[in-house]
């Protein structure tokens, strides 16, 4: 094992190049992570390489991320010269290890302007950083400019193909949209009510999607399901929330009359006006029939998991989101109906939850 300053640079200068290496021979990397190894066993490299999954062995991350660390913040403080390849290995390793250094990100953003250093790479490290650390705010943040570079032609003009200029945007934008949705999905598998994933979410959909509603609605339908395997998860059912409140925004946006004469009728949920406007236009939406559907769900919810206060919470905010929609006494006792065994439980921590929402519907 190194000990002097000098076999300590030469051994994470091995390392270093051979994570970059690594890259180079299987660019799918998919998921990094550390593995216990208190002390180097065998002359060999503390990288492991097996199919699509990149380990580092932890006896040796004591002596690469200070080094590597330090080594970037001597550049950035001038007094360390650091071509461009050099500057994506270093930042690289770096960020692996610890995705919350903003001085990395900063340095990485530079390469991007300049043309150094190709976005979707970019991404594609964000993605493998938070296969490890779920959460990481940096990583997000960082994502989320890179997103912005890359919906902006004219910000990157050596990584955006040249003609066709009305199609590729849009084609572009659909794939990373689809690809974003994915990465927040697996994020908020891996680290129970993360706020930061489904933040990174919500700003896809404001920014990338531009809150279309067929890209809405679908994100309705695809999430039902993980809300229901995750009941305790404040965060991603207030991602529903915000999809029916944006749904309902919509709405009101499109018709100007919907305030004094709501819907009422019982259409099918998607109300295109003809064949040739449903591929240009945005559907119509029946609001209250949304909202009747995701109460049913949440009290079905409530029925199999009473003692999850995320569930009341919700059921609270789904009728806030029904009075402007079914007005005055009707939305108190449809809201009632759902909850008749409000104040029945017999565990005091269930019965604190369903009191506190019969109040409120009351």
Sequence with gaps: ????????????????KDITNAFRRNPHIDEIGLIPCPEARYNRSPIVLVENKLGVESWCVKFLLPYVHNKLLLYRTR???????????????????NPDFTTAWNVRKELILSGTLNPIKDLHLGKL???????????????????????????????????NSGTIPAERTQRLIREEMEVCGEAAGRYPSNYNAWSHRIWVLQHLAKLDVKILLDELSSTKHWASMHVSDHSGFHYRQFLL???????????????QNPLRSEPALLLPEDEDAASTEEPRINIPHLLEEEVEFSTDLIDSYPGHETLWCHSTILCVHK????????????????????????????????????VFIM
Excluded: Y
């Excluded at 360390?80 to 692996?96: A, F, G, M, P, S």
């Design 129 to 163: 950083a938070l296969t490890k650390f779920p959460k990481s705010p940096e990583t997000w943040i960082h994502r989320r400019w890179v997103l912005q570079q890359l919906i902006q032609e004219t910000s990157l003009p050596s990584f955006v193909t040249k003609g």
């Design 79 to 97: 007094k360390q010269w650091l071509n461009k390849d050099e500057l994506i290995d270093v930042t690289r390793t770096l960020l692996l290890l």
């Design 1 to 16: 094992m190194a000990e002097t300053s000098e076999e300590v640079a030469v051994l994470v200068q091995r390392v270093v």
């Design 245 to 259: 409140k944006s749904l309902i925004s919509q709405t009101v946006k499109d018709s100007s009359v919907l305030e």
């Design 323 to 358: 009075q402007p929609q079914e007005r005055g006494l009707p939305v108190q006792l449809s809201c009632r109906t759902h909850f008749l065994h409000c104040g029945n439980w017999q565990t005091s921590r269930k019965k604190l939850f369903c009191s506190i929402h019969f």
